[in-house]
């Protein structure tokens, strides 16, 4: 599969970093960025790279060559004038001939690309889109996309945001179809998002593929001191989902938000105090954050999908204005016992999944390559202790119970511990 790299931006929000290179250039553990891409994907077997430049561009082809130094084949494209971030796409149509690899080469990233072609290959789409959660989602853009992962709706930056939304990031790694180039623009600059993606939200031809590897730009210069602490401390390559991993499992009603008997309205959902404090300083171990919730209010018919939805969005967009975010979040809608009135009759049987078993920990697991007894669960009540520990899970409780590995008085406490 080929891969197109852009490198064509200025990188103005960046400038007071380095001025005198193009911003791929700006060097991270002693490398240059743009490098750190390549040996990614060459290490994968991505060796066919096609790289768009402009600004200051004779110093990225003059550094990288045709790439046979660095163990890959690299054609160049250049942008003497302006073209916008994918007008070069359009002039390049005859080269690409199969779905192929868009990535941004600003940014600082290390995933499976293996994983995300499957993923696509799957779905059959002509666009699927890497899509993560981040600490700053109301000043991104935004995907919404249904159970089965295709886009429905995609709000730019400067579109109304109504309600809560989820943390859904677009981070700018792409395989697109050539199916998309075959379209006339007759503006003298081309935007990606907005005139070739954006377009196919609800046609049912673009899926996300959600990951929590690790996808950073370093578009100013706070977030480039972010990503070099990251890759110094070894927190971008850990993340790619070739590696185990190790997460901090958490229960929700107590623990996240105030408990309330059984949450029905979204009204009641409230923040702990201090628990945003507290999944932020997870997202900034290296632990993955992942919600484990049974909510046998659905089952009872009393809470329907689409109305817990709007409740863990309403979780993520307030942990979002925080700069706090959940990996994942995983619910179980059964319950055991039958004789509600207007409960659902399929959703109630005796699962494999409610806690205090561990069916939500086993499926988290698979799906992130997390290794369990690295892993802690962290809740207010005995369930959420059993489930843990069926898990093969480290545990900690808000509250007191002698069988938990850590206690304490709140979530923040308890993560206090956890992380030291």
């Given at each position: 599969m080929k891969t197109v790299?852009?490198?064509?931006?200025?990188?103005?929000?960046?400038?007071?970093?380095?001025?005198?290179?193009?911003?791929?250039?700006?060097?991270?553990?002693?490398?240059?960025?743009?490098?750190?891409?390549?040996?990614?994907?060459?290490?994968?077997?991505?060796?066919?790279?096609?790289?768009?430049?402009?600004?200051?561009?004779?110093?990225?082809?003059?550094?990288?060559?045709?790439?046979?130094?660095?163990?890959?084949?690299?054609?160049?494209?250049?942008?003497?004038?302006?073209?916008?971030?994918?007008?070069?796409?359009?002039?390049?149509?005859?080269?690409?001939?199969?779905?192929?690899?868009?990535?941004?080469?600003?940014?600082?990233?290390?995933?499976?690309?293996?994983?995300?072609?499957?993923?696509?290959?799957?779905?059959?789409?002509?666009?699927?889109?890497?899509?993560?959660?981040?600490?700053?989602?109301y000043d991104s853009g935004l995907i919404v996309a249904d159970q089965n992962g295709c886009v429905t709706k995609w709000l730019t930056k400067e579109d109304e945001r109504k309600g809560y939304y989820r943390n859904r990031v677009n981070a700018g790694l792409h395989i697109l179809s050539p199916k998309l180039l075959n379209q006339v623009l007759d503006t003298p600059k081309v935007d990606l998002d907005r005139q070739i993606l954006k377009p196919l939200a609800g046609t049912g031809q673009m899926y996300v593929y959600d990951s929590p590897e690790y996808v950073r730009d370093m578009g100013t210069p706070e977030r480039y001191a972010a990503v070099c602490r990251d890759f110094e401390e070894g927190k971008v390559q850990a993340r790619n989902l070739k590696h185990k991993q190790k997460a901090i499992f958490l229960d929700r009603d107590g623990t996240i938000n105030e408990y309330v008997g059984f949450l029905r309205e979204i009204d009641d959902f409230r923040l702990i105090e201090g628990a945003s404090e507290a999944i932020k300083r997870i997202n900034q171990s290296g632990y993955l954050a992942i919600v484990v919730t049974n909510q046998p209010v659905i089952a009872r018919g009393e809470v329907t999908v689409s109305q817990l939805n709007e409740i863990h969005n309403k979780?993520?967009?307030?942990?979002?204005?925080?700069?706090?975010?959940?990996?994942?979040?995983?619910?179980?809608?059964?319950?055991?016992?039958?004789?509600?009135?207007?409960?659902?009759?399929?959703?109630?049987?005796?699962?494999?999944?409610?806690?205090?078993?561990?069916?939500?920990?086993?499926?988290?697991?698979?799906?992130?390559?997390?290794?369990?007894?690295?892993?802690?669960?962290?809740?207010?009540?005995?369930?959420?202790?059993?489930?843990?520990?069926?898990?093969?899970?480290?545990?900690?409780?808000?509250g007191e119970d002698p069988r938990a590995d850590v206690c304490g008085k709140d979530l923040k406490d308890c993560i206090q511990k956890i992380l030291g």
């Amino acid at each position: 599969m080929k891969t197109v790299i852009m490198a064509g931006g200025k990188g103005t929000r960046i400038a007071s970093v380095a001025s005198d290179i193009p911003k791929p250039m700006i060097p991270v553990a002693g490398k240059p960025v743009l490098e750190h891409e390549i040996e990614c994907l060459r290490g994968q077997g991505f060796t066919d790279l096609i790289i768009t430049v402009s600004h200051l561009g004779q110093i990225i082809t003059d550094y990288f060559g045709d790439g046979g130094k660095f163990g890959v084949h690299i054609e160049y494209f250049v942008e003497k004038e302006p073209l916008g971030n994918a007008g070069a796409l359009l002039r390049l149509k005859e080269k690409l001939t199969e779905d192929f690899l868009l990535l941004n080469a600003d940014a600082v990233f290390d995933i499976d690309f293996n994983r995300f072609v499957r993923a696509h290959r799957t779905h059959g789409g002509l666009a699927t889109l890497f899509t993560h959660p981040n600490d700053h989602p109301y000043d991104s853009g935004l995907i919404v996309a249904d159970q089965n992962g295709c886009v429905t709706k995609w709000l730019t930056k400067e579109d109304e945001r109504k309600g809560y939304y989820r943390n859904r990031v677009n981070a700018g790694l792409h395989i697109l179809s050539p199916k998309l180039l075959n379209q006339v623009l007759d503006t003298p600059k081309v935007d990606l998002d907005r005139q070739i993606l954006k377009p196919l939200a609800g046609t049912g031809q673009m899926y996300v593929y959600d990951s929590p590897e690790y996808v950073r730009d370093m578009g100013t210069p706070e977030r480039y001191a972010a990503v070099c602490r990251d890759f110094e401390e070894g927190k971008v390559q850990a993340r790619n989902l070739k590696h185990k991993q190790k997460a901090i499992f958490l229960d929700r009603d107590g623990t996240i938000n105030e408990y309330v008997g059984f949450l029905r309205e979204i009204d009641d959902f409230r923040l702990i105090e201090g628990a945003s404090e507290a999944i932020k300083r997870i997202n900034q171990s290296g632990y993955l954050a992942i919600v484990v919730t049974n909510q046998p209010v659905i089952a009872r018919g009393e809470v329907t999908v689409s109305q817990l939805n709007e409740i863990h969005n309403k979780m993520e967009t307030l942990l979002g204005q925080d700069g706090a975010y959940v990996d994942a979040i995983y619910y179980c809608p059964h319950h055991p016992h039958k004789g509600y009135e207007g409960e659902i009759a399929e959703l109630k049987f005796d699962c494999d999944c409610r806690k205090p078993k561990a069916g939500m920990l086993l499926r988290a697991a698979q799906d992130f390559n997390i290794d369990l007894s690295q892993s802690w669960m962290v809740g207010d009540g005995e369930n959420d202790l059993l489930c843990g520990k069926n898990g093969g899970c480290q545990t900690a409780m808000i509250g007191e119970d002698p069988r938990a590995d850590v206690c304490g008085k709140d979530l923040k406490d308890c993560i206090q511990k956890i992380l030291g």
